[in-house]
């Protein structure tokens, strides 16, 4: 008797089977005359070599769907079991403008006219600078181009990078190793991937090097490859340091530079890598600029009031 045994890498078994082993048990009815066993991270299968290699194609379409989605209902299984062929099943004409399925069902796609304007630039250049107050989702819809590009196979990993600069605080007086010093400054950028992939898949992604969450520091001597790479806080980039993150870039990568003018934690006198980087590039091919503003905030309502309080005190002085 023939026989395939597959395992289920970086995606939930629990979540994948279903509850009380649905989808499996769906499998089973549609392929009756295999012997079908699940099995910790393992799919196993008896029987005809024909009807095995059927059942592995379309097991390996389910778990494209799951990959894509983060999620796999009966309806979905007897779709996919049923069609002819992928575009069949294919849900993204019904999503619209989605980037990404996220976990729990969560739809993250842009909300804001800027927005839908910083995913078009971001398509049509391989380097972006998405500049705006905060809570205007810079960074968010950044991580999610970054999710799609990387589930659509566009890119082989993700880099998400961002200067350590203090903020009123003092990085030599926190507790801890030098990862659990810098890891508070990763933070906003933890949680975006934490909406958009599911736990197991993440950490994954993580251990294996596909996802990189670094300080800009660590950038120097590298070339980025088949990389989406995001430089958050741009702001905090020194002349050196905003000339170094820019030359990393490597073929097929796509760069997007996120930062708030307006924010700027640098010592004094020290003019911001962004600030000049905006002057430099303003005219180059290939790069494209979005200026997101106050009516972007997506954050509570107050955020935009608090913006717009401390304008109006900055301007007076």
Same mark, same amino acid.
């Given at each position: 008797m023939?026989?395939? #045994?597959?395992?289920?890498?970086?995606?939930?078994?629990?979540?994948?089977?279903?509850?009380?082993n649905?989808?499996i048990?769906?499998?089973?009815?549609?392929?009756?005359?295999?012997?079908? +066993?699940?099995?910790?991270n393992?799919?196993m299968?008896?029987?005809?070599?024909? *009807?095995?290699?059927?059942?592995?194609?379309?097991?390996?379409?389910?778990m494209e769907?799951?990959?894509?989605?983060?999620?796999l209902?009966?309806? +979905?299984?007897?779709?996919?079991? @049923?069609?002819e062929?992928?575009?069949d099943?294919s849900t993204?004409?019904?999503?619209? &403008?989605?980037?990404?399925?996220?976990?729990?069902?969560?739809?993250?796609?842009?909300?804001?006219?800027?927005?839908?304007?910083?995913?078009?630039?971001m398509?049509k250049?391989?380097?972006?600078?998405?500049?705006?107050?905060?809570?205007?989702?810079?960074?968010?819809?950044?991580v999610?181009?970054?999710?799609?590009?990387?589930?659509?196979?566009?890119?082989?990993?993700?880099?998400?990078?961002r200067?350590a600069?203090?903020?009123?605080?003092?990085?030599?007086?926190?507790?801890?190793?030098l990862?659990?010093k810098?890891?508070?400054?990763?933070?906003?950028?933890?949680?975006?991937?934490?909406?958009?992939?599911?736990?197991?898949k *993440?950490?994954?992604?993580i251990?294996?090097?596909?996802?990189?969450i670094?300080p800009l520091?660590?950038?120097?001597?590298?070339?980025?490859?088949?990389?989406?790479?995001?430089?958050d806080?741009?702001?905090?980039?020194?002349?050196?340091?905003?000339?170094?993150?820019?030359?990393?870039?490597?073929? &097929?990568?796509?760069f997007?530079? @996120?930062?708030?003018?307006?924010?700027?934690? *640098?010592?004094?006198?020290? #003019?911001?890598?962004?600030?000049?980087?905006?002057l430099?590039l303003?005219n180059?091919?290939?790069?494209?600029?979005?200026?997101? &503003?106050?009516? &972007?905030?997506?954050?509570h309502?107050?955020?935009k009031?608090?913006?717009?309080?401390y304008?109006?005190?900055?301007?007076?002085?």
């Amino acid at each position: 008797m023939n026989e395939i #045994i597959i395992e289920l890498e970086e995606v939930s078994p629990k979540e994948f089977f279903g509850a009380q082993n649905a989808n499996i048990e769906l499998l089973k009815k549609y392929y009756p005359k295999l012997k079908i +066993v699940a099995r910790g991270n393992k799919i196993m299968a008896y029987g005809d070599e024909d *009807l095995l290699e059927e059942f592995d194609k379309r097991l390996n379409m389910l778990m494209e769907h799951f990959a894509k989605y983060n999620k796999l209902d009966e309806n +979905v299984v007897e779709r996919i079991l @049923t069609s002819e062929s992928k575009e069949d099943y294919s849900t993204s004409k019904s999503s619209g &403008d989605v980037l990404v399925h996220g976990v729990n069902g969560r739809l993250i796609k842009a909300q804001t006219a800027n927005q839908r304007k910083l995913v078009e630039l971001m398509r049509k250049n391989d380097m972006v600078f998405a500049i705006g107050p905060a809570g205007t989702g810079k960074t968010y819809m950044g991580v999610a181009l970054a999710v799609q590009a990387l589930k659509n196979k566009e890119v082989k990993r993700i880099i998400l990078t961002r200067p350590a600069v203090e903020a009123g605080e003092n990085l030599g007086f926190l507790p801890g190793d030098l990862k659990e010093k810098l890891d508070p400054y990763m933070q906003p950028l933890y949680d975006a991937l934490r909406d958009m992939i599911a736990p197991e898949k *993440l950490a994954h992604y993580i251990e294996n090097g596909t996802i990189q969450i670094a300080p800009l520091a660590f950038m120097r001597g590298r070339t980025l490859d088949h990389a989406f790479v995001i430089l958050d806080e741009g702001q905090n980039t020194t002349h050196a340091q905003m000339k170094m993150f820019l030359t990393r870039m490597g073929k &097929d990568a796509k760069f997007l530079l @996120t930062g708030d003018p307006g924010q700027i934690d *640098l010592p004094r006198r020290t #003019i911001s890598g962004l600030k000049e980087a905006l002057l430099i590039l303003k005219n180059v091919e290939g790069v494209g600029m979005i200026f997101l &503003d106050d009516k &972007d905030v997506i954050r509570h309502k107050l955020v935009k009031k608090v913006i717009e309080a401390y304008r109006s005190i900055e301007n007076i002085d």
